[in-house]
């Protein structure tokens, strides 16, 4: 099992660009979430998905937008990124929204210059 | 929305020591926390979690305790080995809803 795949590994856009993130899990798990980190702010809530077919915002979803494309695959996409949006992104999954152990991908650097 | 603090930022043992790790959270109806490791480079991943009607739990080398009434929870972490350097993630997460993480603690330990 790979676990949570998250693709590209790194990315340099320019503002205005856009991008999407991609992230995969084989795990069966119903619960997907998008974490960005930066430096001594913690990981901090974009959007999840508590099942197939449903998205909610987390503590900073401006800017970003996601898709849950089926049971595995939960993606986000900053449509005119800006410099503002250069952190690190952590995809993750667990069993249930309530699930206690939530696994990571291991992330995509992105810098937006 | 719930709220969690975490100090100190950053903690500089010695090998063989012991180090801890608090956490304070904002809201009473908090039920679960969870502690997280990232070592550098790499992803965050947990290490130990605690539930709302346990007041403390132990794994080997490291333990969690939990006050409801101060509504703190610590990490404590005995013997401390230099491949415990890592920035060390508190969470809390209240009902069914999502976790809410701390903003960490790089802790550094030195041979």
């Known amino acids: 099992n790979a676990g949570v795949t998250q693709t590209p590994k790194f990315q340099v856009l320019k503002t205005g660009q856009s991008m999407t993130l991609q992230c995969a899990q084989d795990m069966n798990h119903n619960s997907m979430y998008w974490y960005r980190q930066d430096p001594g702010m913690g990981l901090r809530l974009i959007y999840y998905?508590?099942?197939?077919?449903?998205?909610d915002k987390g503590e900073v979803p401006n800017g970003y937008n996601v898709s849950r494309l089926n049971k595995r695959e939960f993606s986000l996409r900053l449509e005119s990124a800006a410099p503002s949006q250069t952190s690190v992104y952590f995809c993750?999954?667990?069993?249930?929204?309530?699930?206690?152990?939530?696994?990571f991908g291991p992330g995509t650097r992105l810098l937006v210059l | 929305g719930e709220n969690v603090e975490q100090h100190p930022s950053t903690l500089s043992v010695q090998e063989g020591d012991s180090a801890v790790i608090k956490c304070t959270y904002s809201?009473?109806?908090?039920?679960?926390f969870p502690w997280y490791k990232q070592e550098l480079g790499k992803r965050p991943q947990l290490i130990i979690d605690i539930r709302s009607n346990v007041g403390e739990k132990k794994d080997q080398r490291i333990a969690v305790t939990l006050n409801k009434t101060a509504k703190h929870f610590s990490l404590h972490i005995t013997e401390t080995q230099p491949e415990d350097s890592a920035v060390y993630f508190c969470a809390a997460r209240v009902g069914y809803s999502t976790l809410t993480f701390g903003k960490g603690t790089m802790l550094l330990v030195s041979p």
């Open positions: 993750a999954s667990s069993e249930q929204s309530h699930g206690e152990t939530q696994y």
């Open positions: 809201d009473s109806a908090s039920n679960y």
């Open positions: 998905s508590a099942s197939e077919g449903t998205t």
